[in-house]
């Protein structure tokens, strides 16, 4: 009898958990360690509290957005269900929607996708529709700003730099003043990175041109000499590093905090760190402006952030779709904004009182993610990313004429823009 | 039963068992080795068009091997992949030898020795990438620092060519030269100790004892130890990939990083499986030549 009673229990007990299984569902999703997955957790915290019936599990992996889309590539050329949402780069939409390694967003949204697309950055909304699909939704904004040290620019007098050869005056400037052999005048990724694609982008946009014109390569201009020629005034003037070629994204800000920069071009999570870190010794001094521009040209920038996209082969891809649309809100972009100084994707976000106490540069910023661009979209843009940087690299490093980088950047090109 | 019929039995339940023990390993090898050298080679006859994947793979015989020889990156990946085997294998044989002979010498304490034989072994290969591309930083690696201090002016390691090369091929030599050293030690300790004895009431010097008899003696630990090494040396991938990424642009690329490139990131995985099935003959030859030499010299010392 007694027995009877713990089987039953033990029935009923395993049939319940069962039950309650069914109902919830594990959602996993990767981000890079870059993309502060601390954050993402919080706000995964707060989204299982709202749904009971979802766990959420966040997978870090990969420093740099190179070796995250290694990883992926593996996972996802395998159809591993592993994964169910993937935070992807800016510049990564037309090749997984290519690959077909991104669920379009269309069925899922129905309606709602005319509602919401146009309540984002517009440059957002385009970046992650390829052919007319919605690949994935925007999760944080980006773009490179000038960062410059306002105490030093303030000691010698200079304006904020319009131009890059004013920029090039002060940082000299400076540079004689100081006395210090270790403090550089300009730093810029040129290490064969990713981020050394928008040192190359910068000056060439800024130009007014661009890689591409009506889909075909476009590098056949004098436009597309000037960032060579900007780079090589630069190092004649001895305002760069003397490594720039091994300089990667994160080494610009190391750089900077340790009081050894005067002006450097990088991404939005720049200010934060050298506003808060422990051992940032220019707290209270970091200035933020648009990147400056050739005489008589544009200020242009490089556009960045990361996006939601929900993997093919999930398992679960409704409970994802409406997870991917939460981290797509505005009230997340609030969150991140004020926890990571992530720029919004909204542009309402950016004049919300609490983003501003807590990033008071935000409101100049959303006038340059505006006007920001896009890197050349393409279904090959690692190639075309290694063909850009690669050449930009080797001309940094001195082994490389302008002449030759930009005949051995084409010749990698070409196939591709057949 | 017959007496026969038992041992005809038992032959062939032998047989079966000799059979039955073999197959895990058969099983094994086929797994890990035959069946991935063989999609190998079939993935480099076929090709995928990556502006448009979902086209699927198309067979395009042996056009990927064609494209080899007319790409110039792969030429230079090529290139620099021997120049570190030429560098690196004599370099950290040499190094080896030394450390080996050191590691021999009768300390009354041995292991300080040979911990530090072991430990730049025991370092995992992207660490020690790492740790040297500290070393030869410019402004806070500690190759310039000594530099400066003995008057040089600080040099651009990583960003020249030829002085990466150089800092690559010292870290390998560095990291390469312990393992060497291990399999050479191992090969001094079964030499005999009664030739030395011999060798001393001759009156052999000590050079004459090394080259007469620790050197003959120690050939063939030498040979494994450089086939070993060569092997390793035509796939070298870490360190160069901690140290420079392959620049400054692809100046410092190895052959094996270049495959990873065209599979990992540009997803090529027809072109790619072709520039690794290039690397798997190059090893191949490069084997079967020390082997053919070492088997000839083996016979040859054997009709002394």
């Given at each position: 009898m007694k027995l009877w009673k713990i089987l039953l229990t033990a029935v009923l007990g395993v049939a319940f958990a069962a039950n309650v299984a069914a109902q919830q569902t594990t959602l996993r999703i990767f981000t890079g360690g870059q993309q502060r997955p601390d954050v993402m957790r919080k706000i995964a915290d707060e989204y299982q509290k709202r749904n009971p019936n979802v766990k959420v599990e966040v997978e870090v992996g990969g420093a740099t957005s190179d070796s995250q889309q290694q990883y992926l590539s593996t996972v996802l050329s395998s159809k591993d269900?592993?994964?169910?949402?993937v935070l992807i780069d800016v510049i990564r939409p037309a090749q997984w929607a290519a690959q077909g390694w991104a669920e379009p967003l269309d069925s899922y949204l129905g309606a709602d996708k005319a509602k919401i697309l146009p309540t984002y950055l517009k440059a957002y909304a385009e970046a992650n529709t390829v052919d007319g699909k919605l690949m994935a939704l925007p999760y944080f904004a980006d773009a490179q700003f000038l960062y410059y040290r306002k105490d030093l620019l303030e000691k010698y007098k200079r304006p904020v730099p319009k131009t890059w050869d004013d920029m090039i005056e002060t940082a000299r400037i400076i540079m004689d003043g100081e006395k210090a052999p270790q403090l550089q005048g300009f730093s810029t990724a040129g290490a064969p990175i990713e981020g050394t694609v928008c040192t190359y982008l910068v000056p060439l946009w800024g130009a007014g041109?661009?890689?591409?014109k009506d889909g075909k390569l476009n590098i056949n201009t004098p436009e597309a000499r000037q960032p060579f020629q900007l780079y090589g005034r630069m190092k004649q003037a001895g305002v760069l590093p003397k490594n720039v070629a091994e300089i990667p994204t994160d080494r610009i800000r190391v750089d900077f905090q340790a009081g050894n920069v005067v002006f450097a071009q990088s991404w939005g999570y720049f200010w934060n760190r050298a506003e808060n870190d422990a051992d940032s010794k220019v707290k209270g001094k970091v200035g933020v402006a648009v990147l400056p521009h050739d005489k008589g040209g544009k200020s242009a920038t490089c556009i960045g952030g990361w996006q939601v996209a929900v993997s093919?082969?999930?398992?679960?891809k409704q409970e994802a779709v409406k997870f991917a649309r939460y981290l797509s809100s505005p009230e997340v972009s609030k969150m991140q904004a004020i926890m990571a100084s992530h720029l919004p994707v909204f542009p309402q976000v950016y004049k919300d009182p609490e983003v501003i106490k807590a990033n008071p540069w935000f409101a100049e910023a959303l006038p340059v993610v505006e006007t920001a661009k896009s890197r050349p979209v393409s279904a090959q843009y690692p190639q075309v990313s290694d063909a850009i940087r690669s050449n930009m690299n080797a001309y940094l490093a001195g082994i490389k004429t302008t002449d030759t980088a930009l005949n051995d950047m084409k010749s990698r090109l070409t196939p591709l823009y057949r | 039963m017959t007496d026969a019929v038992i041992s005809t039995s038992k032959d062939m339940s032998e047989r079966k068992l000799g059979t039955l023990l073999l197959l895990p390993a058969a099983a094994l090898l086929l797994l890990v080795v035959v069946y991935p050298i063989t999609t190998l080679f079939f993935t480099s006859l076929h090709a995928v068009d990556n502006a448009n994947p979902r086209a699927g793979e198309q067979w395009v015989g042996l056009a990927n091997y064609f494209r080899a020889f007319d790409d110039d990156r792969f030429w230079h990946s090529l290139f620099q992949t021997v120049l570190y085997v030429v560098v690196t294998v004599p370099g950290a044989l040499l190094v080896g030898l030394g450390l080996a002979l050191l590691a021999n010498k009768p300390f009354t304490v041995k292991w300080p020795v040979r911990l530090g034989l072991l430990l730049p072994w025991a370092l995992p290969l992207v660490f020690c990438g790492l740790i040297f591309r500290w070393f030869f930083e410019?402004?806070?690696?500690i190759v310039n620092d000594v530099l400066v201090r003995v008057g040089f002016e600080p040099l651009q390691w990583l960003s020249s060519p030829t002085l990466a090369t150089i800092a690559i091929c010292i870290t390998i030599i560095w990291k390469a030269s312990s393992f060497m050293a291990l399999m050479l030690l191992a090969g001094l300790q079964s030499i005999p100790k009664s030739l030395y004895e011999a060798a001393e009431v001759d009156g052999a010097s000590k050079w004459q004892q090394f080259v007469e008899i620790t050197l003959p003696m120690l050939r063939p630990a030498i040979f494994v130890a450089l086939i070993f090494r060569t092997i390793t040396a035509i796939q070298t991938f870490d360190i160069p990939y901690a140290m420079t990424g392959g620049g400054p642009g692809d100046a410092t690329e190895t052959l094996a990083m270049y495959i990873h490139k065209t599979t990992l990131d540009f997803l090529d995985f027809g072109y790619g499986s072709a520039l690794a099935t290039l690397m798997f003959v190059l090893s191949l030859v490069l084997t079967t030549g020390y082997l053919k030499y070492t088997r000839r010299s083996a016979s040859r010392s054997g009709e002394d």
């Open positions: 269900s592993v994964l169910d949402l041109s661009d890689i591409t093919a082969y999930s398992k679960n | 410019y402004e806070t690696g």
